[in-house]
């Protein structure tokens, strides 16, 4: 109004008194008054509902905000909204592993219990004998402990896993007859015999990792097969995929639960029936052979068999799924 007023007084062709300029100024001033205070009245109830909810200590507050009066207050509500939904499924993210945990560590002690108390009992009876069946039955229950320890301490890893691995190049047949040396006793206890044939595969993977992988796989083909029978340990060279395939003759897996074997927690009908079983083995096999940039299939017919098969992808294969993983 300054400037339109100044303007208008200095222009020599518009004959106006200063009286006039002021008239108009202040008619000005009093209507930009009236429509302060109108947008005052308007937007009073808003602002006075916004601090309402920040002097609360109510919970589920997102929802107690008023209506937007305006466009810019709208898309601040939408951002506000789109945050809470993020930081909500975060949250519920959290629960869900904490809820898991809780139940994993319930389970793996109750599980750990029986091989300890086993041994136990097998020295308060045996106190006085140099039994060697009593030695190999405590070392089978030391390694049942093994096991379970192992277990825990992937399981707890697992979302660390950036900082505990070494990607090179490792012999799968290293591996392999390393792990099948660790189960020697299992093998020869229970007659089952093992072939290994065409595993000299060179793969790029965490030895370490895929150790553990290969001797979860290995445990649970020699708890679910019968004595006297066979586990075949083979590789399969392809143009862009290396595999390795652990297939033994056991009870197989029904096909209700052979979708389902990789779910955490998941021990199906014959973990049930049959043998104490937490679950976990192949659920922690599946995610660190993905996080690896390698995969896990299975494959069974119930009373005939399971095949388990880990497949490697070449060089530039696997970079391309580790980056996919990673993101």
């Known amino acids: 109004m300054t400037f339109i007023s100044s303007v208008i007084f200095l222009d020599g062709d518009v004959k106006i008194s200063l ?12 209507f930009f008054i009236i429509y302060l205070c109108g947008k005052y009245l308007y937007f009073r109830s808003y602002y006075k509902a916004l601090k309402d909810i920040i002097d609360t200590q109510e919970n589920e507050l997102i929802n107690r905000i008023p209506e937007p009066k305006s466009y810019s207050q709208e898309l601040f509500y939408n951002l506000l909204r789109k945050i809470y939904e993020e930081q909500s499924l975060k949250i519920q993210k959290l629960y869900d592993n904490k809820k898991d945990n809780e139940e994993f560590i319930t389970s ?21 004998k140099a039994n060697s069946d009593v030695l190999l039955s405590l070392e089978e229950e030391l390694d049942k402990i093994d096991n379970y320890v192992e277990q825990a301490l992937y399981n707890s890893k697992i979302d660390n896993f950036s900082k505990d691995y070494f990607i090179n190049e ?32 060179i793969v790029l993977t965490d030895k370490k990792w895929l150790s553990f992988i ?21 590789g399969i060279k392809e143009s862009k995929l290396q595999k390795l395939v652990i297939e033994d003759t056991g009870i197989g897996i029904t096909s209700e639960d052979l979708i389902r074997v990789f ?33 896990i299939v299975i494959e069974s017919e119930q009373g005939k068999y399971t095949k388990v098969t880990i497949i490697f992808p070449k060089l530039l294969d696997y970079l391309d799924v580790s980056r996919y993983n990673q993101r």
């Open 214 to 234: 290969l001797d979860q796989i290995i445990s649970n083909s020699l708890k679910y097969t019968d004595r006297s029978g066979k586990i075949s340990i083979y």
């Open 170 to 201: 490792v012999s799968v047949d290293r591996i392999v007859k390393d792990n099948v040396k660790k189960h020697a006793k299992n093998f020869i206890n229970k007659k089952i015999s093992v072939e290994i044939k065409d595993a000299d595969l």
């Open 19 to 30: 009286g006039n300029i002021l008239y108009i100024n202040l008619v000005s001033i009093v």
């Open 263 to 295: 779910d955490k927690g998941f021990t199906g009908f014959n973990g049930r029936q049959n043998y104490k079983s937490t679950g976990m083995g192949l659920y922690l096999c599946k995610k660190l052979a993905l996080k690896l940039g390698h995969d």
């Open 108 to 128: 793996w002690v109750h599980q750990i219990k029986t091989p300890i108390a086993v041994s136990r009992l097998l020295i308060e009876n045996n106190t006085s």
